[in-house]
Structures are given as structure tokens and as C-alpha cells.
């Protein structure tokens, strides 16, 4: 039995990570394949669904990888945390009082 690729969701789509990992998941689609990204437009671009919202697409997605911004992140964590979904932040700029908010379920693995 073949094994179904892991759905990915992409914060920052557009900037320069979120381009590489879309282009990265072409090439190992058989692995994994972005199947939503979060965007102010919202269309299909490649076969990816552009969402506005993580909570539009939480059912089409296994894992959340963000490589947006601190606030573009922040406006999307309740959402992300709401679906039960793994979230991996490639995101850098986060201030401290950020990452200790009691209100987010944030843990670094490293500093």
C-alpha cells in the first residue's frame, strides 16, 4: 500500500522560504505537497487552495509550517492551535514578551 504524502499548510508563501518550500514539494511530491497557504488573495495558484484564514483550511492540512512574520503568525496561532495540528516556525523576530505570552502555547526548542 503507498503511503499518502504529508498535507502541508504554508504561512509566508510568498517570500523567499515559503517559494522554496513550495518548489521543494513539487520535486518530493510522492513525501509531502503544500496543499494551502495563507494569503490576502484567496485563489488557487499551482494546485495550492490561498486561504485568508488557517481555520479555511484546517481540514486539508497534517502539519503548519510558518515562515511568515511575528505578527502575521500571531493573527493566525489561535486558528492553527484550534485544528490539533503540528506547527513548525521558521520564523525569526520574535521578541521575548512574544514567546511567553501565557495566552500562546509556544515553546521553543531552542534559543
Given at each position: 500500500m503507498s503511503k499518502q504524502p504529508l498535507r502541508v499548510g504554508l504561512l509566508g508563501f510568498s517570500g523567499r522560504m515559503g517559494q522554496a518550500v513550495l518548489?521543494?514539494?513539487?520535486?518530493?511530491?510522492?513525501?509531502?505537497?503544500?496543499?494551502?497557504?495563507?494569503?490576502?488573495n484567496q485563489e488557487e495558484v499551482a494546485g495550492?487552495?490561498?486561504?485568508?484564514?488557517?481555520?479555511?483550511?484546517a481540514s486539508e492540512v497534517d502539519v503548519w509550517i510558518d515562515f511568515s512574520t511575528p505578527e502575521g503568525l500571531l493573527?493566525?496561532?489561535?486558528?492553527i492551535s484550534n485544528s490539533k495540528k503540528p506547527l513548525l516556525?521558521?520564523?525569526t523576530?520574535?521578541?521575548k514578551e512574544q514567546m511567553e505570552d501565557d495566552d500562546k502555547d509556544m515553546k521553543p526548542l531552542f534559543e
Open positions: 518548489a521543494s514539494s513539487k520535486a518530493d511530491a510522492d513525501k509531502y505537497c503544500v496543499t494551502a497557504a495563507i494569503s490576502r495550492v487552495k490561498l486561504v485568508g484564514y488557517a481555520a479555511d483550511a493573527t493566525q496561532l489561535d486558528a516556525v521558521g520564523s523576530g520574535f521578541a
